[in-house]
């Protein structure tokens, strides 16, 4: 299993980023897939997640700022950055679970992380 994060950068606070998380080498719509994120000398942190039906889950300080979504045709899953924000600043990356298809994406625990991909926001 590959997951590779990508669409990261440098943007003024207030702006806007998509990253995308590209899958290969599972079934990709069996399986959950969440954004995590990590700063320097903090604690990784969840994001955001999305479930085989669609269902969706945001991490508080991320909520009503950053949408997820999926397209299974292209293994990807796509996590737009809105209204950026100096601590939104860390590496992103996304993570994948095998799940049912009514799981309870609020309490995944992942199998598979991959690479980040860093997101600087300056103020």
């Known amino acids: 299993v590959q997951l590779q994060a990508s669409g990261g950068g440098l943007v003024q606070a207030g702006g806007s980023l998509r990253l995308s998380c590209a899958a290969s080498g599972l079934t990709f719509s069996r399986y959950a897939i969440g954004w995590f994120r990590q700063a320097p000398e903090k604690e990784r942190e969840f994001v955001a997640a999305?479930?085989?039906?669609?269902?969706?889950y945001y991490g508080d300080a991320v909520k009503g700022r950053f949408v997820i979504s999926r397209d299974n045709d292209k293994k990807t899953v796509y996590l737009q950055l809105n209204s950026l924000k100096p601590e939104d600043t860390a590496v992103y990356y996304c993570?994948?679970?095998?799940?049912?298809?009514?799981?309870?994406?609020?309490?995944?625990?992942?199998?598979?992380y991959g690479q980040g991909t860093q997101v600087t926001v300056s103020s």
């Open positions: 993570a994948a679970k095998h799940t049912i298809l009514s799981a309870d994406i609020r309490t995944l625990t992942y199998e598979h």
């Open positions: 999305i479930g085989r039906s669609g269902q969706t």
